[in-house]
């Protein structure tokens, strides 16, 4: 389960118990904290934790691999402009460093003004130069511009912001007012900021980091935090090395707060307490799904990639790997339904993702593949084979990897499947250093998130520099990035769903991945100590603590009477 914008997925996770070692150096409340009864809501400590191994010392927000993204404290430092809720895209955004803003010009033009109370962890007033600076960084270092928004023209006006855009901002609206701000008095001496690890990170935010080591990291509150006093004095981050470690944590209520994935969570979480442990999982439009290097061969061969999606068995991985968890997915072109049903192209509405092997063999023949002896051999006469990566203990993704493993060996297609830590693994995610691995995409209040996460030409990155925003697959589609520049770009319905039509036939004729599970915004989460968090009846954000919005649930928490 994971990471804003972006998306971070469900790194639903889990395998092998290997508890970590608690840090050494937590403070005493830290230390009462781990003890047998769990967290303290009476010291104003809250724990978290995630399946992610041992991290970097790296707490730059603009970095979707570094500490501060992958264990989500990042959003507890740095804020936005203002807030949304992804479960209800629709929703007007909440107002935060900025008091208002305003659209024009078919969102060309965006006026922010900000709230004249902000200010730094350090004292220092959050003035409309530093919003400035921080868009500016974004335009001038395309590594850190994680949602790729072409940023233009960047104007102070007295307490105001102008953004100005050579092109409709519509898709990109919630990306925008969501950007984390950083100071200008500290990251303007900063040499090289898309590797600046931000040992001591300072934000508008109500927390401060205390202390780093690779399994916890500490964050404790801004005395005078601009918003006024929090309920929640210490947050404590704790990485473990597996989702069985993690799961563990959660039932002894070592963890309050969580996203990770349990083979049978009502025997091994909610039965635990049933009055205090809680689990919602509400979806979005993201998905999970196996992406393809496209530029390695064979796999940069469409007729391949179709193949081996058309004989992969989802509903398998939605009982076994998922365990019914997160939505099936049922339609080839990898729209969540029904959520998404109001967006199916016409040729789509009936089609399915029954497993058809005939089919795919008949494409792989017509492609010039044969199968030689069971093995099959590309045009060139080599045999095709390929290696599945992912962090050990990803126990929902190792397993939908094995099946889909068997799935194409029914092609001829012989696949292992290897394990790496969780660090590694981003990284060579990053580069482009992978065959084939499963991963999550972006989510939005359309698909064009989640389709400008997989195919967008704009996004591209050769492979051995890091792309942080997706792409990792490298899928270069002139087509795919014209209709996603159609669909931004567009001033009528008629256009964004002509646009949204052609992305679904690009996504089906060529798969740049393999859709397989839909993406859960969700989380379990303990009421023992906290009180204050979004439920289904009160959606007023998603449970997942890696996305913007879990400072605002932080800040809605009180200690349990």
Request: include cysteine; hydrophobic fraction near 40%.
């Amino acid at each position: 389960m994971s990471a804003y914008p972006q998306s971070r997925r469900v790194r639903a996770v889990a395998a092998a118990a290997v508890v970590v070692a608690l840090a050494a150096g937590c403070s005493d409340a830290n230390s009462k904290n781990n003890s047998s009864k769990g967290g303290a809501g009476a010291s104003g400590v809250l724990t978290l934790g995630k399946p992610d191994g041992p991290q970097t010392n790296n707490s730059n927000p603009f970095l979707a691999t570094s500490a501060a993204a992958t264990l989500g404290y990042r959003v507890m430092v740095y804020e936005p402009l203002a807030m949304t809720n992804r479960i209800k895209p629709a929703d007007k955004a909440k107002p935060w460093l900025a008091t208002d803003w305003k659209w024009e010009s078919n969102f060309t033009k965006v006026t922010f003004t900000l709230d004249s109370r902000a200010k730094w962890a350090d004292g220092k007033p959050l003035t409309a130069d530093d919003v400035a600076f921080t868009f500016n960084l974004l335009k001038e270092h395309k590594a850190l511009n994680a949602d790729g928004v072409p940023y233009d023209g960047v104007a102070v006006q007295g307490k105001q912001v102008v953004l100005t855009f050579k092109s409709s901002q519509f898709v990109n609206q919630n990306k925008i007012i969501q950007q984390y701000i950083v100071p200008k008095h500290i990251w303007a001496s900063i040499k090289d900021p898309e590797t600046f690890p931000n040992r001591t990170p300072v934000g508008s935010g109500p927390y401060q980091l205390k202390s780093f080591t690779p399994q916890t990291t500490t964050l404790t509150a801004t005395p005078d935090y601009w918003k006024g006093e929090t309920k929640v004095k210490e947050l404590r981050y704790t990485a473990y090395n597996d989702n069985s470690a993690a799961t563990t944590a959660l039932a002894t209520g070592k963890v309050e707060w969580s996203f990770v994935f349990m083979p049978n969570y009502k025997q091994l979480y909610i039965a635990k307490d049933p009055k205090n442990y809680k689990l919602w999982f509400p979806s979005g439009l993201g998905i999970h799904g196996l992406w393809f290097n496209t530029t390695r061969k064979p796999f940069d061969n469409p007729a391949l990639r179709k193949a081996m999606a058309m004989v992969v068995d989802r509903n398998a991985i939605y009982v076994q790997a998922e365990s019914t968890l997160y939505p099936e997915i049922t339609n080839p072109t990898g729209i969540p339904l029904p959520a998404g049903d109001s967006f199916l192209a016409p040729e789509y509405k009936s089609a399915t993702t029954k497993p058809d092997v005939a089919g795919a063999k008949k494409i792989l023949s017509e492609a010039g593949f044969k199968l030689d002896g069971g093995v099959l051999k590309d045009p060139s006469g080599k045999a095709v084979t390929l290696t599945f990566t992912d962090p050990a203990g990803w126990n929902d993704y190792i397993t939908g990897l094995s099946i889909i493993k068997d799935n194409i060996k029914q092609l001829g297609i012989d696949a292992k499947v290897k394990t790496q830590t969780a660090d590694a693994w981003g990284a060579d995610v990053a580069n482009g250093n992978f065959d084939a691995t499963l991963h999550w995409t972006n989510s939005g209040a359309t698909p064009y998130d989640m389709y400008q996460n997989i195919m967008d030409g704009a996004l591209l990155q050769p492979i051995g520099k890091p792309s942080q925003t997706g792409n990792f697959g490298r899928f270069n589609s002139p087509e795919a990035t014209k209709a996603l520049k159609d669909f931004a770009n567009a001033t009528d319905d008629a256009t964004r769903t002509a646009a949204m039509n052609s992305l679904q036939k690009v996504m089906v004729d060529q798969v740049p991945m393999i859709p397989t599970a839909a993406a859960p915004i969700g989380a379990e989460y303990s009421t023992k100590n906290w009180v204050g968090w979004p439920t289904e009846a009160n959606p007023y954000a998603p449970p997942q603590h890696t996305q913007p919005t879990a400072l605002e649930i932080v800040l809605n928490l009180k200690p349990a009477k």
